[in-house]
Nanobody, 123 residues
Framework: VQLQASGGGLVQAGGSLRLSCVASGRTVSRSTMGWFRQAPGKEREFAAGISRSGGSPYYADSVKGRFTISRDSRRNTVYLQMNSLKPDDTAVYYC?????????????????WGQGTQVTVSS
């Protein structure tokens, strides 16, 4: 499975970005998909996830109400819509996939990873 993340950039506080993660080798509908992020000097942390085959999305408290994860099976792509961005959201964002059922909150629960995409939010 290969994952290709894109969509990062520089945005002002309060702005929006949409990240995309295109998968090849396995359909996103048959994978639990997640977005993680890693800020400079910090550990990688979970941001959002969506379980395989129609599962409900779930979010870290820090992004709940501002970020939305979604899946487009026809494009085999997972998105992370990020609204009301804050400087604290500045990080490298990674998408991840795992073929098993169930919600997955830890990075060691995901088997496949894409390269990161940088998100920078200026104040």
């Amino acid at each position: 499975v290969q994952l290709q993340a894109s969509g990062g950039g520089l945005v002002q506080a309060g702005g929006s970005l949409r990240l995309s993660c295109v998968a090849s080798g396995r359909t996103v509908s048959r994978s639990t998909m997640g977005w993680f992020r890693q800020a400079p000097g910090k550990e990688r942390e979970f941001a959002a996830g969506i379980s395989r085959s129609g599962g409900s999305p779930y979010y870290a408290d820090s992004v709940k109400g501002r970020f939305t994860i979604s899946r487009d099976s026809r494009r085999n792509t997972v998105y992370l819509q990020m609204n009301s961005l804050k400087p604290d959201d500045t990080a490298v964002y990674y998408c991840a996939a795992d073929p098993r059922w169930g919600s997955r909150w830890r990075d060691d629960e995901y088997q496949y990873w894409g390269q990161g995409t940088q998100v920078t939010v200026s104040s």
